[in-house]
């Protein structure tokens, strides 16, 4: 059921957005409006039972060895959050179809709010920590794309890059804490964290683990000073913001401390942290959005605001002050959200959001300004308000948590912010509505009322704004108190009583003393027309978090480019020296202080005179290498040459399966080699100098030297094999006595996907690089005029008969390769090398004639049905209850064959088998396809 709340707009949601792009705008309505409702329908039923205290877990098992599983939770406050989510969704879905014009897709924006409130949800529901931080990346991502939606704006291309890249940073910071929390408590599910309650606290990585999710959750809800993102992000359409403010994006953070309460309460540091950041945060958005001219970003800082009000009542940590945090949570869901539509309903009508061009519009639209009165006197905390009450539970609580000089600071900051909220609000709807005379200078002179369509959400929760003011024991309590228990954990909690009445004390007082500054404050400004002649913007020009910011984005691209000019120079031989020396200074750091120094105690045995020889090949091979080495031609033949060494060498150590693999690589690879090099000059320029060559020669030297220190610390001393385990599982649990084998297709099976994967890639990206390449012949390639031209008929019947021989012993070696040497991979590269004589004997073009291969598009086809083979055998263990490519074999008695052993993992080799012969082809067929085309005609002269 949880998760089908959240793949309700996940995956049907958008899917039928994506499919139904051009439908009719009231198709793409409905759709939206039933999948939020549906999603709203399934929370509700299941009210009464969270409500009462329960918790809904629901567990699939996904990487249980690593602690990660799609696990989800229901309780009061996922509740809670969930159900404002896909509530006020809804009435965005509907705001938005009569906001957007013709000319704008309504369907892309309904696909990129239902994938935004699908990840929000996921947030809400997750029981895994990792889950929980796919989801939380995912909202940074469709938040990008909701706030770039007019991508033609350089504004809202700015704002996504800015808001993405500081949630990004967050989320960064949080994957770290989430890891180190993980590895404390032993798991990643939620509940089992939970449950561990204030013990965490004393193992030594829980304040950096904190620290690193704090971090996450400030940037995530525009706490100080990573508040900027948030006003830089209006560019995005009114409904997205609505949105996005009220209950979604900048939630998350909140949702997150709330959810992990339990085990940082009691913590000094994350109370004094936390209230102190939430305070500062209040009293800046408040104060920056008094000077605001335009309404969203007016009320994009007061968003700010009321974001750090609860974050500073999260950060007071004791149930009532959760139980005030939670109730604000639900009031600013209800006045912000209305207000951002107003603010639409304004700008659509008017065409303007300026409260220089609003002045006295009331009798234009005398309906949206009543809701603004309204929805402004919850923001601003008038009685008889739902914002009323949460602020006097915020002040009531400064009172009860605070002594001292903090007490002195956070009242004073909060009946501060209290002055600039009421200023703010008396500002949006007297600028808007009375200031100056009747509507003259807003850019529509026709403005009226919206259809109704438009007005009924914002209507909607406008009600709710005084229903909850008025009665918020019956419309809030029960769910205060029920989300209050599962944010804190606390079940002795009596719970929180919400009256509009507490008598006459000093909150009611810090309210009065609110509602009258800020009055006075506003019309002190206003007179004269001073608000709008104090620009903040140029005043903290320099010290800004906008302008901060991008003066580090702008210094960290300077040192970037710096930094790329010094070190990306076009020389493979400099790329080279920064990776050894690299590797050189990584790897010996767990040498530093060690006990190193020595032979072990394994006993030593004299080397064979086979490993001498073999030993003196390679040096020579080596040697001969590193002399002939500007040759291009010598030097992959003398590669080849060692290839082949080491395979002996490989069959020395009774290790088939690697010769066989080794020596078919090294032939084919040759073969590209060379027809690579034949596109390139025959001789590498010599480039270095003599210093150079002896900085490198050291570098090389000490690379090799440092290498063989490693394996003569491991070959002299005993440790700790893993090698039992597959030798004694590999016939039992996979089917096959060959060990290598079923280590690649079972044991270690999704590394061999993920190879054959890379391997198609790298063919389709050689088709992709050289499609449509000619290659002139010149006086540097005129040494190499070999092309696939039909040879000597003595070559051409010969090779005629190795193919079938060939392909008869590829397909002995398939079958094989489960038991003994061999396998698909080894199999597919005997066929390429095959199909490479005929090509060489016949010539390409008559080749690909008889193949009917032309073009590599037969090639293409075999990579797609090897991957999609390989993948579908995956898959198909999923429908037993297995993971993804566990295999299975049985053994059948069959007439005249006998006992015959079957393996699933012989179709999992077939899809192997098949993408290497196709990726070997296709890019053998396009390089030579290359050549041919270069190379046909007359040489020029030089």
Known sequence: ?????????????????????????????????????????????????????????????????????????????GWLFALLISGIGTLIFIYAYFYLSQKNSLSKLYLLLLLFMAAMLGISLSNNLILLLTFWELTSISSFLLVAYWSHYHAAQRGSRMALSITGMGGLSMLGGFLLLGHMAGSYQIDQILMLGSSLQQQPLFIPAMLLILLGAFTKSAQFPFHFWLPNAMAAPTPVSAYLHSATMVKAGIFLVARLLPIFTGVALFHQLVTSIGLITLCIGAFFAIFKEDLK???????????????????????????????????????KAALFMIAGIIDHETQTRSLKKLKGIWHLLPFTGTLTMVTCAAMA???????????????????????????????????????????????????????????KNIPNQNAHEPPLGMRLPATFLAILCIAIGLLPAFFAEKIVNSSTI????????????????????LPLMMSIAAIVGGLSLYFVLAKDGLIRQIDLDRMLRSIQGKNVFERFLEKLFLWSRRLKRRTETGKLQDYLLWMICFSLALSSIPFIGGPWIGTGTRILTHAPWIAIILWLLLFSGCWMMLWFHHERIKAVLISGAIGLVVSVTFVTLSAPDLALTQITVDVVTTVLLLMSLSLLPQLTPYESTVAQRWRDAVIAIGAGAGMGWICWLMLTRDHNSISWFFAQQALP??????????????????????????????????????????????????????????SPLLVRTTTSWVLPIALVVSLYIFMRGHNYPGGGFIAGLITAMALIMQYISLGQDYTEQLLNAKSGRLYEIWISTGLSIAGITGLLAWFWGRPFLTSAHIYLELPVLGKLHLASAAVFDLGVYL???????LMISVLGDARHSSMSGPVPKE
């Open 1 to 77: 059921m949880l998760l089908i709340i959240i793949l309700l707009p996940l995956l049907l949601g958008t899917g039928l957005m994506a499919c139904l792009w051009h439908a009719p705008r009231k198709l793409s309505l409905g759709i939206a409006v039933s999948i939020s409702l549906s999603c709203v329908g399934i929370l509700l039923s299941q009210s009464t039972y969270v409500l009462a205290g329960g918790t809904l877990l629901q567990t699939w098992s996904w990487m249980p060895q690593l602690g990660i599983d799609f696990s989800f939770r229901l309780d009061a406050l």
């Open 297 to 335: 970003g007016l009320l994009a800082y007061s968003t700010i605001s009321h974001l750090g009000l609860i974050m500073a009542l999260l950060g007071l940590g004791s149930p009532l002050a959760v139980a005030a945090a939670i109730f604000h949570i639900i009031n600013h869901a209800t006045f």
């Open 381 to 439: 905390g008038i009685p008889l308000t739902n914002g009323f009450i949460s602020k006097e539970m915020f002040f009531t609580q400064l009172l009860q948590h605070l002594s001292g000089y903090a007490l002195i600071f956070g009242l004073l900051i909060a009946t501060i912010s209290g002055i600039f909220a009421v200023a703010y609000s008396v500002r949006l709807v007297h600028g808007a509505f009375f200031d100056g005379e009747l509507g």
């Open 486 to 505: 599962a944010s804190t954990q606390d079940f002795n909690f009596a719970g929180e009583h919400l009256a509009i009445w507490h008598g006459f004390n």
């Open 733 to 790: 649990l996979g089917g096959g006595s060959n060990i290598v084998n079923v280590i690649l297709v079972d044991f270690r099976g999704f590394d061999t996907f993920g190879e054959i994967t890379v391997l198609g890639i790298a063919a389709i990206g050689t088709l992709c690089l050289m499609d449509g390449m000619r290659i002139h012949g010149t006086s540097i390639t005129r040494g190499l005029t070999y092309r696939f031209n039909p």
């Open 915 to 921: 993408t290497v012969v196709g990726a070997t082809m």
